[in-house]
Structures are given as structure tokens and as C-alpha cells.
């Protein structure tokens, strides 16, 4: 499990997912659903690759705040 932020894209439209423990992981959809499945694939695209290259996969310790600010 990873904690992902979801929010949507007013440049653009549709939403953006980024993992906050795995740099560079972002992934965007048309839709909320379609973000959170393409940051599924994103996710493991980038753990294998971290793998295949001998990199150390982050632990993602899943805890978080939620601030508005």
C-alpha cells in the first residue's frame, strides 16, 4: 500500500495522483477512478524499475496529515 494524493487538474481537467514515497511517481486520468488505476500501473512500473536497476525500493510508513490551509 501507498499513500497517494489525488487532486484534481484545473489547468487541464481530469485529476493527478502523485506518491509521495516513490519520486517522480505521478500519474493523471480523466476520472477520480481512471487516476487511481493509472497510479496502480504507475506504481508498479516504478517499483520494478527500481528493482531491475538495484535500487532500493522507499518503505511508505502510510502515515499522513490532511491540512487546509
Given amino acids: ?7 484534481p487538474d484545473h489547468e487541464d481537467g481530469g485529476w493527478i495522483c502523485e506518491v509521495p514515497s516513490l ?3 505521478v500519474s493523471q486520468g480523466e476520472t477520480r477512478e481512471d ?4 497510479i496502480r500501473d504507475a506504481i508498479e512500473a516504478w ?8 535500487r532500493e525500493v522507499p518503505d511508505d510508513p502510510l502515515d499522513a496529515e490532511i491540512c487546509v490551509v
Fill in 1 to 7: 500500500m501507498r499513500q497517494v494524493i489525488l487532486y
Fill in 47 to 54: 517499483i520494478d524499475a527500481a528493482r531491475s536497476l538495484g
Fill in 35 to 38: 487516476a487511481l488505476e493509472n
Fill in 23 to 25: 519520486p517522480g511517481c
